[in-house]
């Protein structure tokens, strides 16, 4: 089998399977590992997948600014937050992670009845729920990181760290049930990670590009999930493995 035909099959058992193993590869090609790490090294530089040890994984392809973000599937993140907003209870104490732009759609869902408190490190946010009489917004303090539109730091992560929430939003770039919950920038990871830290309830509204991927910095474990809210039909080989985490699946 040619490098090409290898590396265009690799891609399709990634697609089916959400991820390859070198050595089963070596074995069913008949051709060394060395052979198999090479085409991984070569298709992650790519872009094409992210190796680890051992193997590969499928890789998120989406854009990584805030604002590429809000301009693609519009209409599958509308209707995620539709289905968000049904998890919203008047009297919640709810934390918006603003890394996500489908976030940014759910708070524009939000009734203008609700009665509330919306913690969020996103101005765009806090701005969308600006006209909610009774709606208290509070604006985590922190570094301005202008990829994601959102404060990042220290500060972020100290006032969290005193804050309970009933339910959080939380932003997700990539999502596999063996990896874990992962995105592309490390200061945003310390952050999200302390969101889950402080919160009751975890949800995730996730578009199907995102499913099955991991990207460079490691949030935690899928099952830090308790519902995650994706569209329909997205769910592929791995569909029972987000099941066996005690995810609620929307």
Known sequence: MLRKERQSEILHMLEREGKVVAKELSLKWDVSEDTIRRDLREMDSLGLLKRVHGGAFPVSAGPVTFIERTEENIDAKKEL???????????????????????????????????????TNSPSISLAVSKHPNIEVILLGGSFFKESLVTVGFEVIETLKNIRADLCFLGVYSLHPEFGISIPHLEESYVKRQMINSSDKIASLVT???????????????SSLDYLITEDGSLSYNFNKYKELDIEII
């Open 81 to 119: 937050a539709l289905k968000g907003i049904k998890l919203i209870k008047d009297g919640q104490v709810l934390l918006l992670d603003g890394g996500s732009t489908t976030n940014l759609f759910l708070a524009k869902e939000i009734p203008y009845d609700f009665k509330g408190t919306i913690i």
């Open 208 to 222: 199907k590009r995102k499913l099955n991927t991991i990207s460079n910095y490691l949030i935690g474990p899928v």
